[in-house]
């Protein structure tokens, strides 16, 4: 079962993509480990390495880098949020 | 419902009416309506619009989960959420959050709280459109102080 991964904001602008589907690659455990697996891609992926304070969530839950990813998650990747 | 994410405006007056309509036992109403700023600096080039993008289904359950939290620590009778999203002018409501409870002290300190938790908890982020392109807002860690100053113990 894939996982869902989500970008938004300016990581969203800087990657040029929304979204995508992916098996979760052998290895790759915690919420941690999967922003490494995908800023190694090379550009524009690294600005999920440079982007200051990331921030990430699982199944729609703030967490933090060693969260769990399991098959069928959603994980998102986002910037520090400044509504209100 | 309490909470709500919409491009449409809101009447604030309609909203805090409805909130102690019917009810007899409400004696404070506190709320809170954020607006659109035209611009925030005097070195910064001048704000013609804003854009709000959110993450849709994570902001509903965070801030209901906000307003869960409200209300377990605060001795409140309601309380009523409004973020728009889409584009915004300069003098635009934002936000609305109002609070009913019997006295005022509840009804302030839970619609502080609300506001301060939302800034920094709901997957919100601001796009500004200026005379120089478009920019997105930064957090600012006055926000995180704010929210941080609620927090008791480990939670």
């Known amino acids: 079962m894939n996982i869902k991964v989500l970008f938004f904001a300016g990581l969203r602008e800087a990657l040029g993509v929304g979204s995508e589907s992916l098996a979760l690659p052998a290895g790759v455990g915690t919420v941690g480990v999967l922003r490494d697996h995908l800023a190694a891609r090379g550009e524009p992926w690294s600005a999920l390495a440079t982007t200051k304070n990331l921030r990430a969530a699982v199944n729609q839950q703030m967490v933090g880098p060693d969260a769990a990813v399991k098959p069928g998650d959603e994980v998102a990747f986002f910037p520090p949020v400044t509504g209100g | ?155």
């Open chain 2, 1 to 155: 419902m309490s909470v709500s994410v919409q491009e449409a405006d809101f009447d604030a007056g309609a909203e805090i009416a409805a909130l102690s309509a019917g009810r007899d036992d409400v004696g404070a109403v506190a709320s809170f309506v954020g607006l659109v700023r035209a611009d925030k600096s005097s070195d910064a080039a001048a704000v013609q619009a804003m854009t709000l993008e959110h993450y849709p289904g994570m902001t509903e359950k965070a801030l209901d989960a906000i307003v869960a939290e409200a209300r377990g620590r605060w001795d409140i009778f309601g309380a009523r959420v409004i973020h728009r999203v889409g584009r915004l002018l300069p003098g635009d409501r934002i936000v609305l959050v109002a609070v009913v409870s019997a006295h005022r002290g509840e009804a302030f300190a839970a619609c502080e709280f609300i506001m301060d938790y939302l800034k920094t908890r709901a997957p919100f982020w601001k796009k500004e459109e200026t005379t120089d392109g478009g920019r997105w807002v930064d957090a600012r860690e006055t926000d995180d102080h704010a929210a941080g100053r609620w927090q008791t113990g480990k939670d």
